[in-house]
């Protein structure tokens, strides 16, 4: 009989394992990961990050650089230092490449890890009022398909934020595993745990808050009076072991940075930049019931709220603070009576806790991050289901109502499912998601600029100039947006436009290092070299570093014909940034152009280190092996680079150069023949050289018949 009822258990919990996987696969899964691109952070934190696409691995730059790759030391960084996600992206990059469905199949096999820890750790709670199992599974299932999680798994970046639930709940187990006992061990591997999950997240740190929340209620202290409870704290060595250490995290945390503070603009976050206290406090209290709302509601998801998502409540009449009242009010009041439902006080702390740190209580570089609710939620969803589930459980007697509940029940998980998978679809690509941002936040600048940016970067500049313009009528001091929108300008010749909108870039942010660039690159092609090297000096003044300034000075002083200062711009960009293929490029042609071919082929070795499939530095080798009479070594570097781009009519044209220098007349002809099917108008070399051929080989044919 015993044996029975185990093999029972044994076979409901894997059943119940099954469906909570089954419900991520459902709305992750399914068509969730084909045609996945990066996007929104993923192309900063990731795709543009070197700390995560350089080979070897540079143990210094992930252990000093921020989580986009910038110097936690400088005054450009947010300070956010997450080294292990960093290395766990670049262990990716280096085992799979570069692919964005594989970091996502890895998001979505930790939610799914999450959600079954989140299940064990519910059924191990010693509860009264309510039946834990099934607590735990309705609760765990609405936390694998809740829309809320959809930036956490969907956004590459959201791994901090799963990493740091798992180990949020790995640390609970542990917790619950050890109630009632003196454990030094279990202490201090939750603290080991902890000082982890801050390399994961910061928000790791109020792991040991939430534990010294759950060992206080499973052993019952709730039930004591309030004196002979603060007794029994005071004995707890534990409570303040985790009170000194998270101390001690957090200190370390602060001092790895220098305890310099990060510097956020006014476009991140309006709210935190406002000078009135009133305003900034008011809105800050209805910040916290929006995020309530998101995850109460999930129906309006927006991948950034920044400008204009979340108008300032200016006011005490202003009627969006019905939400914070009714919020205290139902906070005071759970407070008042927090002996009668223990497992709801558990629930809120445990959503309250991780979010402390992204609340306000210091200054973060966002308005709402959806992400950032991925471990509250934990606590939302066992409060959700823990409040369904008493009133469940308070109707035994009531077959017609507890049907109609259990009926409400699945349509909440249908709507819920079904949500999330239009969520997934959204994050696949950028398009969708800037999309699905104007539907919901219509006056976000923020939302333009980004369509305008994506709109350029496809070529549609009719779709790219509207939605700068509108950005700029939404927040006029919009830096990045007026610079942009400038360097539209240049792009289409109407340089003095151009020059009158970063000008206004740089009245609202003077010490904008890429503004006073853009601003020498107009100044350029309008031949004022004395100004644009001006203007090239402040930026490199705002940011020592900037290899791309280098580059357009090089360019700047080519224009002027100053070769040697021209070369040593460029040589300066990359020595700061060797992934620079332009300036590769200009310095590789240079040296070609000079007749210093050994030093162009020993440069071009170099470059192709940095980057082993640019284009551009490959067909220069080819072109200077062809010049050596290294026909063999040229010959196939043109075919390599033919296979990058193979409808590129000058590959081919010089391809057939090559063969003809070679007195290989077929393979020439048939090169030449490619490059005229591929552009006729533009062929012109290749045609002319095509007839010479074919003349040539019509007269050494006509003198063999005679």
Partial sequence: MRLGYVQNAALHSMVCQAILVLICLVCYGCGGLSGATFVFDDTVAIVKNKDVNTLPTNWTAIFTHDFWGSSLLSSDSHKSFRPLTTLMFHYEYAMLGLSAGHMKFLNLILHCVNTLLMWRLVRSLHVTEITAERWAIISAALFAAHPIHTEAVSGVVGRADLMFGMIHLLCLLLTVANCGKSSPQSVGLVLLLSAAGMLFKESAVTIPMSCVLLDYFQNGYYLLEFRNQWKLLQSRASYFVYAAASVGLLMARLWWQDFDSPTFKEVDNPIAHNANILTRGLSQQFLLVMNIWLMLCPYWLCYDWALGCVKLVTSIWDLRLQGVIGFYSILLVALMNFRRLPGMMLALGLMIIP?????????????????????????????????????????????????????????????????????????????????????????????????????????????????????????????????????????????????????????????????????????????????????????????????????????????????????????????LNPRQPKAWANILTMLDNRGLHEDALRLSDQALKHLPHEVSILFIRANVLGKLKQYIEAESVYKRVIELEPRNMLYHTNLGVLYHRWDKTEEAIKAYQAAISLNAARASTARENLGKLLKRLEREAQATHR
């Fill in 355 to 575: 979010f402390l740190p992204a609340s306000g209580l210091i200054r973060v570089g966002f308005v709402i991050a959806e992400r950032t609710l991925y471990v509250p939620s934990i606590g939302f969803c066992l409060m959700s289901i823990y409040g369904f589930l008493h009133w469940y459980e308070a109707n035994a007697n009531k077959p017609i109502w507890r049907t109609t509940l259990r009926t409400l029940l699945m349509l909440l998980f249908t709507v819920m499912m079904l949500r999330t998978r239009q969520r997934v679809a959204d994050w696949l690509n950028e398009e969708n998601l800037f999309a699905s941002a104007l539907k919901v936040c219509p006056d976000n600048a923020k939302v333009h600029y980004n369509i305008a940016r994506l709109a350029t970067d496809t070529g549609n500049n009719t779709k790219a100039f509207l939605h700068y313009h509108k950005a700029i009528d939404l927040y006029p001091s919009y830096e990045s947006a007026l610079m942009n929108l400038g360097n539209l300008y240049r792009e289409h010749g109407q340089l003095n436009t151009a020059e009158e909108y970063i000008r206004l870039a740089l009245q609202a942010y003077p010490s904008f290092p890429a503004a006073w660039m853009n601003l020498g690159i107009v100044q350029s092609a309008q031949k004022k070299y004395d100004q644009a090297l001006v203007s090239y000096e402040k930026a490199l003044k705002h940011r020592a570093n900037f290899a791309v300034c280098y580059y357009n000075m090089g360019n700047l002083f080519l224009e002027q014909k100053r070769f040697t200062e021209a070369l040593h711009h460029w040589q300066h960009a990359v020595a």
